[in-house]
């Protein structure tokens, strides 16, 4: 299972436990280990007696090692200065964090971690890119809370969400607020313990000693009394008017706005303020009353939040008279909602009284529907589906979180040395020597991933490349990564022999059972490509066969085209790169047939395809190639002379060239080496100049005004100057039997 660090927004010990702790304990229930790291504060300090309290609180405990709290819970507080990202101060707060981060890893040995946060400000404080994967969770509008930075925290969250993976979202405003900023942003509402509060319903559950002593009918409100968000004026006006009903508030008052003002509310003799209360008496309060409120306001804050106080009341089994806020449009068959005023709420609470709202039943089974433990496993599946879960079980020897735990081991470093040993000694000419040390380290050391990348690298210079890729597979078996694999495919310097030897090498590691998808399918990509180059037509016709296996279990994953991944691990990318190397292939060996096939299935995939669904970096990376991949489906259509055929591939590239322009790639297109813009609007500057209508097949243009989109698909710029390339196929196209 994986290994989760959640940066919180509160600390564990808050007697109002949030959706930061619940999630927390959801995730270990299900089996994950999580270190919970207690708030690093988004705004500075503003000296009064609560924040006093918690500054002391955690200079007692940021020296101390991560805690247990629970199974499967650890608890870090680090030692930072509360909301400051700049200056010296923020650097300060990063190598607090940092240190304590190492120090937590080597605690509890964290392998391949996920980044589930809270916080806005996140990534002024770590580098994202040492997470397998990063989540933001957006539970609520923290930049319009009183008090907050708001401008500061507005554009942290919006790079924030533009960086990290995934973005979950708690309210439907968050999610339209929120979504054209990253791919994979998902709303999934707000839940609550219902287990915890279905305790209210146990008719042997004692009434809490500090109950007042009234008598009629209670109305109860638990949670944080703050001006920002509670109508106070509304809600003492309805206090005044109903004299015979009973208010009983239980929470801290002012905690985030120190503005608010309770004065005249506590003055009523029908209001009981108890103050806070711990997280497991709540089931005993609500056992107690008779209708449970949430007299919200409507501003900015409120329109944004989802109360998890909503489904804790539910699960209790009390009737719900609350603002209609817009995250409770669609609960008004479990609650009764009303607009914040006195009024409207006085007559909810009296038809709640009598019974003739929503029954208990209803109120239950809607509860029953808002788990934590339900959300959080639709949370992981959808993390699943992008790809983001680490594979299970893990390799042994997966990377830590800090690569250097790595680097710094006793094995490590031993095997660094003897390896500057071994170099030594292939200088002097001592390959026999070699030989026998590297067969004694190995056989004294089998899981040793740097004595095993070195055997490779010499099985492969010596041509065996059947050796050579067990070794490659037992490195991604212990270490779940395979970087000698991932140079070998990636960087040509790095590959051995001739174009037929890589050839050769490419055959055995394309046909490995052991290699994952995104391994394998490019092991096929790099073979064919090879193939291609030595015009060994057998070889292209049997890495065509390979590709289309691939790209048959690409099609069948639903999640191909939403695949979050990065760059060579995207299964999007991967099913394009498949596509073009086929297409190339063809092209070489004059397969007329089977590329106008291919070429068809290219044009459905890219009517499939969505850059604005998977990572934005691989989306922009991936521009050219499916521009090329679509510049030979228009080729084939032309030369079927179907003009319809013609314009539907012509609409594909201008809808994929309009998409390369969102500002959400704005950001990747300026800093990448090669300028993918530039060449979408190339291809269909080119392209759509050789329209021609489907009344008029006289129209259709002559292959000429076609050579320099073909050599765009051949060369990475256009290079008239081998013109004959693009002419050659050209000719031999013309000599195919009509399709």
């Known amino acids: 299972m994986a290994d989760i660090v959640l940066l919180a927004t509160a600390d564990w010990d808050h007697p109002l436990w949030t959706n930061k702790q619940h999630v927390a304990c959801a995730l270990a229930d299900l089996g994950h280990r999580v270190l919970y790291i207690d708030s690093l504060g988004v705004r500075g300090p503003r000296g009064d007696h609560a924040d006093n309290g918690r500054i002391l609180r955690r200079l007692s405990r940021g020296l101390r090692l991560p805690r247990a709290v629970r199974p499967g819970v650890w608890v870090y507080s680090p030692l930072v200065l509360p909301g400051k990202t700049l200056g010296l101060a923020g650097r300060l707060n990063r190598w607090s964090l940092y240190l304590g981060l190492l120090i937590a890893d080597v605690v509890l040995d964290l392998r391949r971690p996920l980044l589930w946060t809270f916080n806005p400000l996140t990534s002024h404080y770590l580098p994202l890119g040492k ?99 509670l109508d106070l004026a509304m809600l003492e006006a309805l206090v005044r008017s109903s004299p015979h009903w009973n208010y009983v508030f239980i929470g801290p ?48 804050y409120t329109r944004h939040m989802y109360p998890m106080k909503f489904f804790e009341y539910l699960a209790a089994g009390c009737p719900v008279v609350a603002t209609a806020i817009p995250s409770l449009e669609d609960q008004g068959d479990v609650a009764l909602l009303c607009p914040p005023d006195a009024e409207a709420f006085a007559q909810a609470i009296s038809l709640a009284l009598s019974g003739a709202g929503p029954t208990l039943e209803q109120r239950l089974a809607r509860a029953e529907q808002h788990t934590y433990k339900s959300r959080t496993k639709a949370m992981l599946t959808c993390l699943e589906n992008h790809g983001l879960m680490p594979a299970v079980p893990q390799a042994p020897q997966a990377p830590p979180y800090n690569r250097i735990r790595s680097q710094w081991r006793r094995s490590s470093l031993a095997a660094q040395l003897r390896l500057v040993l071994l170099r030594g000694l292939d200088r002097l000419g001592q390959g026999r020597l070699v030989r026998t040390l590297l067969s004694r380290w190995f056989s004294a050391d089998p899981h040793n991933i740097p004595l095993l990348t070195e055997l490779t690298q010499r099985l492969l210079e010596a041509g065996d490349y059947a050796e050579g890729c067990r070794m490659i597979e037992r490195i991604w078996l212990e270490d779940g990564e395979a970087d000698i694999l991932h140079q070998l495919l990636f960087r040509r310097g790095s590959r051995p022999g001739s174009r037929f030897d890589q050839l050769l090498l490419f055959d055995v590691l394309a046909a490995s059972p052991v290699l994952p998808l995104h391994y394998s399918g490019y092991c096929w990509v790099v073979r064919t490509y090879r193939a291609t180059d030595a015009k060994d037509a057998q070889a292209m016709r049997r890495g065509v066969q390979g590709l289309g296996g691939i790209l048959a279990r690409l099609e069948a994953d639903p999640n191909t085209y939403c695949c979050l991944k990065p760059n060579r691990e995207n299964r999007a990318k991967l099913l394009i790169s498949s596509q073009l190397t086929r297409l190339r292939a063809l092209m070489a060996l004059e397969d007329w047939s089977g590329l ?50 013609f314009d539907a591939v012509l609409d594909q590239i201008r809808r994929l060239r309009e998409a390369c322009y969102a500002e959400r790639f704005d950001p990747i297109a300026n800093k990448t080496q090669e300028d993918h813009r530039g060449f979408s609007d190339a291809i269909l500057e080119i392209l759509s100049a050789c329209h021609w209508p489907a009344d008029q097949p006289e129209a259709r243009p002559d292959a000429e005004q076609l050579v320099d989109a073909l050599l765009l698909v051949y060369f990475p710029t256009l290079k008239r100057a081998r013109a004959e390339k693009a002419h050659d196929f050209f000719r031999a196209l013309a000599l195919a039997p009509a399709l």
């Open 131 to 229: 997470f397998h994967a990063t989540i933001y969770h957006c539970v609520d509008r923290i930049q319009a809370q009183p008090g907050m930075p708001g401008a500061e925290l507005e554009l942290a969250e919006r790079h924030l969400c533009s960086v990290v993976k995934v973005v979950f979202t708690t309210s439907p405003e968050l999610q339209h607020s929120l979504a054209p900023l990253n791919a994979g942003t998902h709303g999934f509402g707000n839940v609550a313990d219902g287990e915890h509060f279905r305790r209210a319903l146990d008719p042997r559950l004692p009434k809490p000693s500090d109950w007042p002593l009234i008598s009629g009918p209670v109305l109860i409100f638990i949670g944080a009394i703050d001006a920002y968000k």
């Open 253 to 300: 008052v002012g905690e985030t706005d120190p503005s608010t003002d309770i004065a005249s509310l506590d003055a009523l003799p029908n209001v009981h303020l108890l103050g806070p209360r711990s997280y497991a008496t709540l089931p005993a309060y609500l056992a107690q009353a008779d209708v449970a409120l949430l007299p919200l306001q409507l501003n900015d």
């Open 596 to 645: 106008d096939l291919a070429a068809r299935e290219l044009l459905h995939s890219a009517r499939r395809y969505d850059p604005f669904l998977i990572e934005r970096n691989t989306a922009t990376r991936m521009t050219r190639n499916i521009m090329r991949s679509l510049t030979v489906a228009a080729v084939m259509a032309w030369h079927r002379g179907d003009a319809c055929g």
